[in-house]
């Protein structure tokens, strides 16, 4: 029997991230596409894909979460484009029946669905940079950080930034070795800090004592580097891409009331 899953996918090229959904739809898979739906809206990604193309869902039971991650969708600071692969007819009619798929993008194909977000999604203001593996870089991502705040006009943001980006490519250094991209980009009121490393690992915090869950070895033995990363950022998270991961943290840019 085939076992219900999500794959997550960041496409940190385009600042699109990929939902797959695989097999049978159950609660399982409702409460995981759920929770995952809103720590993607955090990330503040240019579009969000949710690819039903492997999904088993002959009752279109998985439309009433999907109409609820669209209004958590809207509901974000800015608001977060959801798209839809849905090649199925009933899922589709059902969309239609509620009228959600004028706002929701419904597509027959993943493909059509990125094709639509490069055609009508601005890309967000970007800055990248490849770097080495070495001690060097940690300095490098600090300079061109700091060098980003200020021409943004974020030097308000000059050190939280700087010491986000130290914790995030130090980890990737230590533990992914080898070549890995910073992308900074600046997405409504939030400026978007990312590591993308060849490690397909996702990083996760120790516990104070100094203990990993499940008596994993942590990915971050230095000194809760990702705790600091936790402490300065609006959000932060990691995502599987497709070569590797991304870790990403956020930081305000512009008030509320702006």
Same mark, same amino acid.
């Given at each position: 029997?085939?076992?219900?899953?999500?794959?997550?996918?960041?496409?940190?090229?385009?600042?699109?991230?990929?939902?797959?959904?695989?097999?049978?739809?159950?609660?399982?898979?409702?409460?995981?596409?759920?929770?995952?739906?809103?720590?993607?809206?955090?990330?503040?990604?240019?579009?969000?894909?949710?690819?039903?193309?492997?999904?088993?869902?002959?009752?279109?039971?998985?439309?009433?979460?999907?109409?609820?991650?669209?209004?958590?969708?809207?509901?974000?600071?800015?608001?977060?484009?959801?798209?839809?692969?849905?090649?199925?007819?009933?899922?589709?009619?059902?969309?239609?029946?509620?009228?959600?798929?004028?706002?929701?993008?419904?597509? $027959?194909? %993943?493909?059509? !669905?990125?094709? =639509?977000? #490069?055609?009508?999604?601005?890309?967000?203001?970007?800055? &990248? /940079?490849?770097?080495?593996?070495?001690?060097?870089?940690?300095?490098?991502?600090?300079?061109?950080?700091?060098?980003?705040?200020?021409?943004?006009?974020?030097?308000?943001?000059?050190?939280?930034?700087?010491?986000?980006?130290?914790?995030?490519?130090?980890?990737?250094?230590?533990?992914?070795?080898?070549?890995?991209?910073?992308?900074?980009?600046?997405?409504?009121?939030?400026?978007?800090?990312?590591?993308?490393?060849?490690?397909?690992?996702?990083?996760?915090?120790? $516990?104070? %004592?100094?203990? !990993?869950?499940? =008596?994993? #070895?942590?990915?971050?033995?230095?000194?809760?580097?990702? &705790? /600091?990363?936790?402490?300065?950022?609006?959000?932060?998270?990691?995502?599987?891409?497709?070569?590797?991961?991304?870790?990403?943290?956020?930081?305000?840019?512009?008030?509320?009331?702006?």
């Amino acid at each position: 029997m085939k076992t219900s899953h999500l794959a997550f996918n960041g496409e940190v090229d385009d600042a699109l991230i990929a939902v797959g959904l695989h097999g049978r739809w159950n609660r399982a898979l409702r409460l995981d596409l759920a929770a995952g739906l809103r720590k993607c809206f955090a990330e503040q990604p240019r579009a969000v894909l949710v690819d039903l193309a492997d999904l088993d869902d002959p009752a279109a039971q998985c439309v009433p979460t999907l109409l609820a991650g669209y209004h958590a969708a809207a509901a974000a600071d800015p608001p977060v484009p959801l798209l839809v692969c849905a090649p199925g007819a009933v899922v589709r009619e059902r969309l239609v029946a509620t009228g959600v798929d004028r706002s929701i993008g419904v597509h $027959d194909t %993943a493909d059509a !669905a990125r094709a =639509a977000v #490069r055609a009508g999604v601005p890309m967000p203001t970007v800055r &990248r /940079i490849e770097l080495p593996g070495d001690d060097m870089s940690a300095a490098l991502a600090r300079d061109v950080t700091g060098q980003v705040c200020v021409e943004w006009s974020l030097a308000h943001l000059l050190h939280p930034a700087r010491l986000i980006i130290s914790e995030l490519v130090t980890n990737a250094i230590e533990h992914a070795g080898g070549p890995f991209t910073v992308r900074l980009s600046l997405r409504g009121r939030l400026l978007h800090l990312a590591v993308q490393d060849r490690n397909p690992a996702l990083p996760f915090m120790i $516990d104070p %004592a100094g203990h !990993a869950p499940d =008596a994993r #070895r942590p990915l971050d033995e230095r000194g809760f580097g990702l &705790r /600091i990363v936790a402490a300065e950022a609006t959000a932060w998270g990691a995502m599987p891409c497709r070569f590797g991961k991304t870790v990403w943290a956020t930081l305000r840019a512009l008030p509320l009331s702006a």
